[in-house]
């Protein structure tokens, strides 16, 4: 099995779920599908539901104890993990697509996940005003050495917002499933 995981890279609020993972998966669910993530941060709205489980610090301290996660990153105050079983399960039948930190793209690749690196750069981005610590977390991470396969260029409006996601789906359909 040589299914491939795409991580998408990027600041927070530059469109990695809302603009290319959550419609790229509608688009072509055949071919890829959202790798869940398991989060101690709450619940914002439906749009999490594909993307995150949402757990407890304790449960995150019990995964790690067990060996396994394949990574645990603390982001923005909360906790953000993948256990093997979760990713394991989605590479049996497709590739999978996960927003990941730039230690996350090493982390995978470290337990031996084939990860093509995708960077979002949002280009014209609204401001995001009162969270410091993301914006200070993003900062951090952004140290991280990580080649990328691709930059994509979010220009937002909805032009912009489908032209990165058209990019995106270019690259995914490159990798044909085996």
């Known amino acids: ?7 998408i890279v990027g600041p927070s609020g530059s469109g990695k ?12 669910p055949y071919q890829v599908a959202s790798i869940k ?6 619940w914002r709205d439906e749009t999490d539901d594909p993307i995150y489980d949402f757990t407890t610090h304790a449960h995150m301290e019990q995964l ?21 079983q979760q990713v394991n399960g ?3 039948t497709r590739h999978g697509i996960i927003a990941l930190t730039e230690e996350g793209v090493h982390n995978f690749q470290e337990k031996g996940y084939h990860v ?19 914006k200070k977390d993003d900062k951090s991470r ?10 994509i260029e979010n220009h937002y409006g909805e032009e912009g917002k489908a032209k990165a996601l058209q990019q995106l789906i270019d690259i995914i359909v490159c990798f044909p499933l085996s």
């Open 64 to 84: 790690q104890q067990r060996s396994e996660l394949i990574q645990c990153v603390f982001f923005g105050g909360n906790y953000y993990g993948n256990t093997h």
């Open 142 to 151: 952004a140290l991280v050495p990580v080649e990328y396969f691709h930059v």
């Open 37 to 42: 993530t398991y989060t101690t941060r709450e």
């Open 17 to 28: 779920t809302t603009v290319l993972i959550i419609p790229a998966i509608k688009k072509i």
């Open 116 to 134: 093509v690196a995708v960077n979002v750069v949002p280009i014209g981005i609204p401001t995001r005003d009162g969270d410091i610590r993301r």
């Open 1 to 7: 099995m040589d299914r491939i995981i795409f991580g």
């Open 90 to 92: 989605i590479l049996n």
